[in-house]
C-alpha cells in the first residue's frame, strides 16, 4: 500500500510540476494532461478510497490524512463516506437509495427507473457522460450536498465548524493550483483544453471501473418506496453477492492499477480490509458461494465486463417499464 501511494503520487507531482516548470510544446503537455487524469482516477481506487474506508492502515489519523487525496483530485472525503461507504454499501444497487446509480434522466441504469426517449441511444452517449463526470462532481456534486444538506434522497451528517473549513480551503486549493496557477502560466485556452483533458480522462475511468462492479448483466436491482423503513428482505451479505461482479481477477496489472476494485464481491463483503489482500479472499468467498448455492459474478476480462455494461445499457434504453408502456399506449 504504502509503496503504491508512493509511486502514484509522486509521479502525479512529477506530471504537475513538469506542466507549470517546463517549457513544453502543445502534444508533450496534452499527453501529460492525459497521464494525470489517468494518475487521479489511480490514486482515487488505491489510495484514496481503502483510506476512507479505513482499510489503508491501522492507525486512524493516517486514514483520515489519505482519505483527503479525495480532496485533492477536487471532491471532498467528508461527503464521499457517506455517498459511498453508508449508502452504497448498505443500499447496493437499490434504486432511489443508492446515489451511485442515482442518474436518470440523463441515462437509465436500472429497470425501474423512469424511461425516457433519449435512452434509446444512451449506449451512446453514455461515454461522454461518463467523460464530464468528473467537472460535474468537481463543480456541482459536493455543493449541492453541502447547501441542501442531503446526498439524494438521504439526510446528510451535520458538518463540524472543522469539516466546513476542511471542505471550503481544499475547494479554494483546488481552483488555485489547477485553475489559477495554471492560466497564469498557459493563459486560459491552452490551460482549458487541458483541464477538460484531464478531468475527461479521470472521470471516463473512475465511472468505468466502478459501473463494472454493479452495472452488468449478473448482478440485481432492487428498489425501496422512500416513506418506508428502507429495509431489505435479503440478508445483507447475500445482497451484496447478488448485486456486484468481479472482473479481470487473474490480471495482476489491472488489479494493481484499480486499487482491487475488479474484487468488487470480495470489497463488498470485508470493506474494512484493505485491497491487497483480495486476491487471496476470493478464493475462500468462491467456495463458500457455491456451498451455499449463491452466485459468484465475475467476468474474465476487462472487456468482457466492459461488453456486458454496454449490453446493459443498450437493453435498458430499449426497454421502458411495463406500466409506462401501458400508459403511453393509452
Known amino acids: 500500500m504504502f509503496s503504491k501511494s508512493i509511486i502514484l503520487i509522486s509521479t502525479a507531482i512529477i506530471g504537475y510540476c513538469l506542466l507549470m516548470f517546463a517549457h513544453l510544446s502543445v502534444l508533450p503537455a496534452l499527453l501529460i494532461c492525459i497521464w ?108 449541492t450536498k453541502y447547501f441542501t444538506g442531503k446526498i439524494y434522497t438521504t439526510e446528510a451528517w451535520k458538518m463540524s465548524a472543522k469539516n466546513k473549513a476542511i471542505f471550503w480551503l481544499t475547494k479554494i486549493g483546488y481552483v488555485t493550483f489547477y485553475m489559477v496557477l495554471p492560466i497564469m502560466v498557459w493563459g486560459f485556452l491552452p490551460w482549458l483544453v487541458g483541464f477538460l483533458l484531464l478531468n475527461a480522462t479521470m472521470g471516463l475511468t473512475l465511472s468505468l471501473v466502478f459501473q463494472l462492479a454493479h452495472v452488468v448483466e449478473n448482478t440485481e436491482f432492487e428498489t425501496v418506496a422512500l416513506d418506508e423503513t428502507k429495509h431489505l428482505e435479503t440478508a445483507w451479505a447475500e445482497h451484496q453477492i447478488k448485486t456486484t461482479s468481479n472482473f479481470a481477477m487473474n490480471n495482476k496489472v489491472i488489479s494493481w492499477f484499480v486499487g482491487g476494485l475488479n474484487f468488487q464481491v470480495e470489497h463488498h463483503l470485508f470493506p474494512k480490509v484493505s485491497h491487497i489482500h483480495y486476491p487471496a479472499i476470493s478464493k475462500i468467498v468462491a467456495q463458500k458461494c457455491k456451498e451455499f448455492n449463491l452466485p459468484y459474478n465475475y467476468y474474465p476480462t476487462m472487456f468482457g465486463a466492459l461488453a456486458s455494461h454496454f449490453r446493459v445499457m443498450k437493453w435498458l434504453g430499449n426497454h421502458p417499464p411495463v406500466a409506462q408502456q401501458q400508459n403511453q399506449a393509452a
Open 36 to 143: 494525470l487524469g489517468y494518475n487521479f482516477a489511480c490514486i482515487g481506487f488505491a489510495v484514496m478510497h481503502d483510506a476512507n474506508h479505513g482499510s489503508y492502515s491501522t492507525k486512524p489519523w493516517l486514514n483520515d490524512l489519505m482519505g483527503l487525496s479525495a480532496n485533492f483530485l477536487g471532491a471532498s472525503s467528508y461527503f464521499w463516506k457517506q455517498k459511498h461507504n453508508i449508502l452504497h454499501h448498505t443500499y447496493t444497487n437499490v434504486d432511489g437509495l443508492d446515489d451511485d446509480i442515482a442518474k436518470s434522466p440523463i441515462i437509465r441504469q436500472c429497470e425501474s427507473q423512469k424511461w425516457v426517449p433519449a435512452h434509446k441511444i444512451q449506449h451512446i452517449y453514455l461515454l461522454p457522460v461518463y467523460a464530464l463526470s468528473s467537472i460535474f462532481w468537481l463543480f456541482f456534486m459536493d455543493f
